[in-house]
């Protein structure tokens, strides 16, 4: 009864509704909760007494709550991932916040649901951080198969990121592009895939990508410093020279040393 009473108060309290009214404040299901502990030790009481206290941004309190569900029978991807949340925002180090979250993930049924496949995600972004791009790549294209392809415009802009990071060059003209399909106005989009173009040489596509950018927002500085440097690949120094001088005109701080180097 009290630990179904300080679930109720602290899934109240997570509204996060004006004027709370006395007793229905997360220090209230942590009153009631240790009530429940006080009566029976069991590790589903202390998960939720750890979310209370990850909510109330106590995370030193609830990650050892954490772990010592993770120590128990009741450990789950769930628990893990708690616990890895909790390390990362007392500043963790990346490797220990990545030996839980290879716990959690380790944990998933054979059958994973659309919200657990979220933990592929949270783990990707870690691995992109520490640059490990290969791997991230292992953990969005899980996260891309359990949903089924179903997937939005940003996931496309954040796997072709991890994709050109790890040299799949095709990977990552792949996603870009599927990227500007959804979202076509997106200008970072625009960028990205012609970036990336100019890495694999196809520098009239990287051209045009930017020239597309500089349709949707004429005041990218970026995409006129970019286009500066497709152009002088492709040997026409005269309007890269001109582009360079207008990303430099648009505070661009890269543009500069681009105009030194070959303008002067």
Known sequence: VYYNYALLIYNYALMKVEDTPSGWNFSDAESMINKGLAIKDLPV?????????????????????????????????????????????????????????????????KQVSEAEASY???????????????????????????MG???????????????????????????????????????????ELGATNIRVGRNEDAQQNFLNAIKINPEYSEAYRLLGVSQMQMKNKSEACKNFHKAKELNDTLADDLIKRYCE
């Open 45 to 109: 009481y202390k998960q939720l007494k750890g979310d209370i206290k990850f909510a109330m941004t106590n995370y030193a309190e609830a990650f050892d709550l954490y772990q010592e569900v993770n120590q128990s029978d009741m450990a789950s991807s769930a628990s893990f991932y708690s616990a890895a949340k909790a390390k990362e925002l007392l500043g963790g180090e990346a490797k220990e916040v990545l030996a839980l979250l290879d716990s959690c993930v380790n944990r998933l049924p």
């Open 120 to 146: 592929y995600l949270e783990r990707a972004q870690l691995l992109s951080s520490m640059e490990e791009y290969r791997k991230a790549m292992t953990d969005y294209d899980s996260f891309y198969s359990v």
């Open 149 to 191: 392809g179903q997937v939005n415009d940003v996931f496309y802009y954040l796997r072709g990121q991890v994709a050109r990071e790890g040299k799949l060059f095709q990977k990552a003209l792949d996603d870009f592009s599927e990227a500007l399909e959804l979202n076509p106005n997106e200008v970072i989009y625009h960028i």
